[in-house]
């Protein structure tokens, strides 16, 4: 069976705090990618990282970072030093296919951070 | 690159009319997608186009549900005879045609239907 799990429904947080959101999936399948994506209130879903499954390097991108582990079948998420910016619904998804068709959606974090 | 594109932003209609909805996807992007979003939900998988043709339905897409992608450019989709059921946001998303492509999603239109 393939499902993403995001275990933490809603997330609270003050300014400039770290948080960690987490993403653990389940697939038979030896290639697949993993993304995240932000839904802000406006409602518009951003993508923010792809990874694919032979690729398990970390990365950051400014205040971001993605720690892929395999052996736990893991993909979270940090933001550091958090802004109300960040304030969004957070959704992990699993390709197996490799085309979106069969997009598999975690059902969101909902993060906030409070001046 | 312009985005994704969705018309209209907002669409209130009483049970029973038909409705329609525009998406320009951003121009290079081969692949095009029909999500349908309820809140506290991710999205749903409705359908998806390569160039003009549609590939796949999903089985929540009922016969009242159309799409088309006429000249694998923009695509519409149609929902005839509304029940409030269907009331929800529909995204538009695109991508090009290689492995793992992200998909860029367009604002969405959301849905009431009275």
């Known amino acids: 069976a393939q499902k993403v799990t995001q275990a933490q429904t809603e997330i609270s947080v003050v300014e400039k705090e770290d948080v960690t959101l987490d993403c653990v999936y389940e697939t038979r399948d030896t290639t697949y990618y993993l993304f995240w994506y932000k839904q802000p209130p406006s409602g518009e879903l951003v993508f923010l990282i792809r990874r694919n499954s032979f690729d398990e390097q970390n990365e950051i991108s400014g205040r971001y970072s993605w720690n892929f582990q395999k052996s736990t079948s893991s993909f979270n998420f940090t933001i550091t030093a958090s802004q109300v910016v960040d304030s969004a619904v957070y959704f992990c998804?699993?390709?197996?296919?490799?085309?979106?068709?069969?997009?598999?959606w975690g059902l969101g974090t909902s993060l906030a951070v409070n001046p | 690159d312009t985005g994704v594109s969705q018309d209209p932003r907002h669409k209130i209609t009483k049970r029973g009319q038909n409705v329609t909805f525009r998406c320009d996807p951003i121009s290079e992007h081969n692949r095009l997608y029909w999500y349908r979003q309820t809140l506290g939900q991710g999205p749903e998988f409705l359908t998806y186009?390569?160039?003009?043709?549609?590939?796949?339905k999903s089985r929540l897409l009922s016969d009242r549900f159309s799409a088309e992608r006429p000249k694998g450019s923009f695509s519409t989709l149609e929902i005839q005879r509304t029940e409030q059921g269907d009331s929800a946001m529909y995204l538009c998303?695109?991508?090009?045609?290689?492995?793992?492509?992200?998909?860029?999603f367009g604002n969405g239109t959301r849905l009431t239907v009275t």
């Open positions: 998804a699993l390709d197996n296919a490799g085309n979106n068709r069969k997009l598999i």
């Open positions: 186009f390569q160039n003009e043709a549609q590939l796949e």
């Open positions: 998303a695109s991508s090009s045609t290689g492995a793992g492509s992200p998909l860029h």
